[in-house]
């Protein structure tokens, strides 16, 4: 079992996406994703987030909403992944060169139109509805089987 963040760094008609074409054998290999990863022993959610987000992209981030949390199940080397999703908002600093992929502020109009994870197109407008969601997404062979969600 894996524990993940997801976050999604907004500005007003923006959302900070990664290309992830940097990394040799990488499962998003040129997809686009939010930022995020795996929590390190003893974080919370939140921490995580900020974590993640600050090594990742150079910002600095203040009041994470956490927006969801997902379900994988076997996602990766037949591993239960458990993500939750932020939504930020509130951050300063000067964007890095991203280990992970190549970092760019994506017009929220155009941000479906990404290759994508095709759960990402189901739950990434689901950020914008007001509660909180709880989803399950199953992948076979990289192909979105089947998905449930409930919201709160």
């Known amino acids: ?8 760094v907004r500005r ?9 074409i940097k990394k040799i054998n990488d499962m998003h290999q040129g997809k686009w994703n939010g930022l995020g990863g795996k929590f390190e022993a003893g974080e919370t959610p939140e ?5 993640e987000v600050s090594e990742e992209s150079g910002l600095t981030v203040r009041n994470p909403h956490l927006k969801g949390f997902i379900t994988f199940p076997g996602f990766a080397n037949d591993e239960d992944w458990y993500t939750f999703l932020f939504v930020m908002d509130e951050f300063e600093g000067e964007l890095i060169e991203s280990p992970e992929g190549v970092l760019q502020w994506i017009d929220d109009a155009d941000l479906l139109s990404l290759p994508l994870w095709p759960g990402d197109r189901i739950f990434i407008p689901w950020l914008e509805k007001p509660g909180f969601f709880s989803a399950r997404f199953v ?7 089947e998905y449930d969600v409930v919201f709160y």
């Open 47 to 51: 921490q995580c987030a900020v974590r």
């Open 12 to 20: 007003p008609g923006q959302t900070l996406m990664v290309h992830r």
């Open 1 to 8: 079992m894996k524990l993940a963040t997801l976050c999604y």
């Open 139 to 145: 992948y076979k062979n990289n192909l979105l089987a």
